[in-house]
């Protein structure tokens, strides 16, 4: 999706070419803001009501007032008003508004932003890369979908270096987490397993779908701890995420140790391995759910 064929509304107004927020505004200058990322599918929406209950917690989290949910829609309706995307990726943005240069903010309104664009479909295998940074199950801002995505911008980077399309990451306990943009699943004799909310990765649209419609059809799925070497015993892996759906891991790669200011961090202590260049049953069986009852149920 290159950037001269994204559709912008900001506030009100179709604003595609030329700027559009102001300097000081808070999701510039600290990034506090929040996000939803939605499926385009012929025009349409996939979970609307799903994201913004999400995007309802995420802006409590951060302390902002509840989403207007009828002026995201206007802005939704904006976007998708030139003529149907047939699969695409709906962001919707909403900031804290115009603020200081510091952490402290004004009493303003805040910044309503909606964009679309066409999308590539997802390949249905990809190779993911473990990096040796970790997400904080403890920060402030666990399980909320902020714009604060650096730390993700530089691990997508180790990954993609290495010819992954995804990074993955342990907790600070160590404990398997989550991607940068999606949920990471692993099948153990038949057993779907993925880690619980508590340990820190966010709560998907797309992975609480897989879990209920699984277990709808019959598959055994279980939110349990599970530690980073799992991804060295699994038969399975596969993600899932907005745009993703459910998608198979094929291989699994491993950031080498990175240099910090705070010192070496060190590689997972894994080594590369392949799952193989087509999807494994179970995530095959877990990617038709998904595929059939996403196509029947729009905003589930």
């Known amino acids: 999706m290159s950037a001269d064929?994204?559709?912008?509304?900001?506030?009100?107004?179709?604003?595609?070419?030329?700027?559009?927020?102001?300097?000081?505004?808070?999701?510039?200058?600290?990034?506090?803001?929040?996000?939803?990322?939605?499926?385009?599918?012929?025009?349409?929406?996939?979970?609307?009501?799903?994201?913004?209950?999400?995007?309802?917690?995420?802006?409590?989290?951060?302390?902002?007032?509840?989403?207007?949910?009828?002026?995201?829609?206007?802005?939704i309706e904006a976007v998708l008003a030139d003529g149907p995307i047939g699969f695409g990726r709906l962001r919707y943005t909403i900031t804290g508004g115009r603020g200081p240069l510091g952490s402290d903010r004004l009493d303003g309104p805040m910044t309503y932003i909606v964009t679309a664009g066409e999308a590539q479909r997802p390949a249905p295998v990809t190779t993911v890369a473990v990096v040796p940074w970790i997400r904080n199950e403890r920060a402030a801002t666990v399980g909320l979908k902020t714009t604060s995505y650096a730390e993700n911008v530089v691990a997508l980077s180790a990954a993609?270096?290495?010819?992954?399309?995804?990074?993955?990451?342990?907790?600070?306990?160590?404990?398997?987490?989550?991607?940068?943009?999606?949920?990471?699943?692993?099948?153990?004799?038949?057993?779907?397993?993925?880690?619980?909310?508590?340990?820190?990765?966010?709560?998907?649209?797309t992975r609480a779908l897989t879990i209920e419609w699984c277990r709808e059809e019959g598959l055994e799925v279980r939110e349990e701890v599970l530690p980073l070497s799992v991804l060295t015993e699994a038969d399975e892996a596969f993600l899932t995420s907005s745009t993703r759906d459910v998608q198979a891991i094929g291989a699994i790669r491993v950031v080498p140790a990175q240099q910090t200011l705070a010192g070496e961090l060190p590689a997972a202590d894994l080594a590369d391995r392949g799952l193989g260049a087509d999807p494994g049953p179970v995530t095959a069986r877990a990617a038709e759910i998904f595929a059939r009852l996403g196509r029947e149920r729009m905003d589930p």
Not at 50 to 75: K, T
């Open 160 to 205: 993609k270096a290495l010819g992954a399309t995804e990074a993955i990451f342990a907790n600070g306990a160590g404990e398997l987490c989550e991607g940068t943009g999606s949920n990471i699943f692993v099948v153990r004799d038949g057993v779907v397993l993925t880690p619980p909310l508590e340990a820190g990765p966010l709560a998907g649209i």
């Open 5 to 75: 064929r994204i559709r912008v509304w900001v506030d009100g107004a179709r604003v595609d070419e030329g700027p559009a927020i102001a300097a000081l505004d808070h999701g510039v200058t600290v990034g506090d803001g929040v996000f939803e990322t939605a499926k385009i599918v012929d025009g349409q929406v996939f979970a609307r009501t799903r994201h913004h209950d999400r995007m309802d917690r995420s802006l409590a989290g951060l302390g902002l007032s509840p989403l207007d949910r009828a002026r995201v829609d206007e802005g």
